[in-house]
């Protein structure tokens, strides 16, 4: 499967990436074509975006992005024109929509839960009886510095 | 005169003679059948140690005990034996062996031979299993102030472990599978491996994956003993740490050659498998930062023994993202459900077996310390809860492809746009609050003085982000982000080293205190900065990298960045095992001749596989990294060049940070054995 998929990522067309016959003669489409291509995935290398990929299918899709661009479209009209004939599988960064709404707020939902038991943990801590001898109060501590500056 | 040897009389068209001093294809056989037996024994010694010391230790016997110490250093060196006979099965290039003619070939060049070994999935679960019973058997040696028993059980859970890879390995991946009729030659390694940055780079990531084992049996035995204390605090922290260093230099070296192999210059793709070694590694970081709290302070301890527990399973899940095929990846080996099952079954046993124990034991733990809220200790404990929850950002995110497809029907992929914005804002907070943390007294503090320190620091970093700002040509907030805080964390770090020197005395006498401060100290600083300086490197490569792609015929020049590219020439060159198209670039910076760049594209005929080699200038400030493609129809070469301002900085400050674990790890007091009599002050000897 190994041999496979390195097979198809650089057999299939040994050329590098993004190739100068594909790039357009305006830099701020060809930027902007850069831009999108990051973003799509290469579908038969895995976890690659079109962009870095020097798969055949990868030098397909550049080319069609490139050719949506200079007819005029957006570009989320070009996003979309190639979700809607690939599925939502090409996009590297997915929908917000949905179930995959627990997939973005997982990390948040995470962040808070994990900041209320801290938060409870270290107020806890903070209360409980001290096992040695006490900490210092403001005005020993203070007197504490007055006698190591000296 | 030399008398001549039985070979030497024999007839030349005639057989050697037996015991002829030539090791014989009989001989290789041999060694390779002794390996095998030697993975067998191990695999019973390993059950053996399993067993009687946690008995022994149950029931206060001390001989059952003491067969752990032996047991662990059998297990090793047999294991160790088993290794060597598979690495001789590939120096030798004996075909009869399954996975060398798999992964091998007569004519590849010595080194890949041997890092042949495990550059597949039977030999590197081999090193794998070599790595968990060396870290078994530096306890034996090393933990002689270990209370016996706790001792005897860290061993046999150490030994678990051992038993479930060995049996892994035994019954589902054996290395020593025999061919009927070996081939005349191998079919070689994958080229992309045959290259000295990934050579290593899996030992020393296999080194911190299996390092977080001993933890792991750290933790499982403290839960059995019930009990945890300063003194288990500060015997499970070098492993942690070594774990955590290894596992730096590991990610570096893979990403390091991801830089430099990959052809367009990228350094980190958010592939399952590097996440897979990531997420152990930003647990790891969690759990070295806690493990302190229990050492010094006996607090966070039901914390940092789940961390321990939880940090071996991402080690685990990790071992069966790669293996298992489920989350397909661009080096994912050794696809095969039967191991993935396997795998997946030894991760839940030791994950549920090691949380369950947890529910049953961790109220035994009985924090002593008590601390304020603006204190060192809370400050850990939000380093603990940042580094966590990326770490759970990573996690889902790799896994929620599997997720969506099996309950919600959609077949969708999480790249690296994903985890570029969900991941670095944690690193952004983390990186702010950590000099203010590090600087912050035990016990209790108080933020005004920390932060009145710190104001130079603060202003230095706000110059360095004004700077960057100023000096950019887009509006990126990146850049200047990544240079404010690595000019924050440095500036903190050397705060905090200047501020330990005390308040009095001039500059020679703090000098002098400086260089007498504590190892710990120094490694705290210099891998704090360390991490301040690989974040400028990342920043600075994703915001300010700048490229060129062209048709270059020979004579032509590029201009990028300041700089001047020329193509003077374009070779075949026929290496040992590949045929090269190899371009000749000079680069030149104004009238001046900076250096020769010679990239080249290389054709492996036994695999049938193509490779480039970029050919990279080295800056401190920057890379110039040239790429040749393929010859065009209308004459001339596809090439690409990359402007990759900071890019060092991404592993150089990574071999910091391993370098301040390092130094932390050679600290007094993990050198001198606890309890033991203070060593008498050495008296000076006067010059003569």
Redesign the interface.
Known sequence: ???L???L???AA????????E?LDDPALEARAREIS??L?CLV?????ID?SNAELARDLRLLVRDRLTKGDTDSEVVSFIVDRY????????QMG???AV??L??PA??LL??GI?VL???R??R????GPG??TETEEARLRQI??E | MRTPSPRQCVHPGAPIAIGAPVPSAYDKRMITELGHFALILAFCVACVQAVLPLIGAHKRWPGWMAVAAPAATAQFLLTAASFAALTWAFVTSDFSLRLVTLNSHSAKPLLYKITGVWGNHEGSMLLWILIVTLFGACVAWFGTNLPPSLKARVLAVQAMIGVAFLAFLIFTSNPFLRLVVPPFDGQDLNPLLQDPGLAFHPPFLYLGYVGLSMTYSFAIAALIEGRVDAAWGRWVRPYTLAAWIFLTIGIALGSWWAYYELGWGGFWFWDPVENASFMPWLIAAALLHSAIVVEKRESLKSWTILLAIIAFGFSMIGAFITRSGVLTSVHAFANDPERGMFLLAITALFMMGGLTMFAARASAMQAKGVFAVKSRESMLVLNNLLLGVACFIVFVGTIWPLVSELFFDRKLSVGAPFFDLAFTPFMVLLGLVLPVGAMLPWKRGSFGRILRALAPAFVLAIAAGLLAFAMQTGRSALGPMGLFLAAWLVGGSVTDLWTRTGRTGDIRDRLRRLTRLPRADWGKAVAHGGLGITMAGVAAMNAWATEDIRVAQVGDSIDLAGYTVTLDDVRRVQGPNYISTTGDFTLTRGDDVIGVLHPEKRFYPVAQMPTTEAGIDNGFLRDIYVVIGDPQDGGGWAVRTYHKPLANWIWGGAILMALGGMLSLSDRRYRVAAGARKVAPVQGVPAE
């Open positions: 499967m190994r041999r998929i390195l097979l990522c650089l057999i040994p050329v590098l990436a993004v190739q100068p016959d790039m990051s973003g995935r290398c895995r976890n690659e975006s870095d599925g939502e599988y090409v996009l590297l960064k997915p949905g179930s995959n997939l973005w997982a990390g995470m962040l994990g900041a801290a943990y270290i107020r801590r903070a409980a009886e001290p096992a900490a210092l190591m500056d």
